[in-house]
């Protein structure tokens, strides 16, 4: 799987450009912001896309996230209307762990939202959250390292998909931590209404990764929890408790 490296025009994307020449890491630059390079997956090489670029929060904590790319509603972001792209599971993880090594501070998985969208596979490395933590050297240094060293490494895991949660998932990082799974399609509590059946197919089919089971955050599903159940068992995709994977005790 061959992967190319995406900088765009933002402080964080400029951060981290200049680590990568001093590398002699070949990457690909856009004239356009990461959400919204619809085409930039025409314009190169490889299999997999990924985006070096700013994360935003209004909290405006110092963190590192990384996720993929997609809608299950509106395109407000870029992208298309409840369209995925591809989601490299197994790549995540492995970026998501050398992030972790390099940098005491948060570190999570957000999930799957905004553009752009795209027909090969893609993830987002992302700095947040102020102009102040876009620009600074040392973050810019460990987002550049841990690209280099999580597409350099070989390892596969089993991968499931996760259905509700908040945005940031402390199960969902738990999962990736401390267990042999990659985290695929993320769809968090406040978009579970837009899943129907179609949505469930893509999330399940629009992954590098053989998907194992879809794992459901049980006490993060809401009202949403009996109807998506539902529409798993008439499509008969398995799934379980994110608590069985974590290994935890079960929830009832």
Known sequence: MKTTIIITPDPAGQNVKKFLIVKKINFYETQTLGI?????????????????????????????????PGNFGNADLGGKEKELCIAPASLLKNIYLAMKKHYTGEVTMEATHHGPYLRKAAVFVEIGCTEKNWKDPALGKIIAEAIEEGRNTPKQYKTIIVLGGGHYSPEVNKILTDTEYAVGHFCSKYNLKFLDETMLLQMYQKNVEKIDSFALDWKGMGAEKERIISLLDKLKLPYKKTKEITGSRLEE
């Not at 090489?45 to 963190?63: M, N, R, Y």
């Open 36 to 68: 919204v390079s619809e085409n930039v997956d025409e314009c190169v090489g490889g299999d997999v896309l990924i985006f070096a670029t700013t994360h935003k929060s209004s909290q405006g904590i110092p963190c590192l996230t990384i996720h993929f």
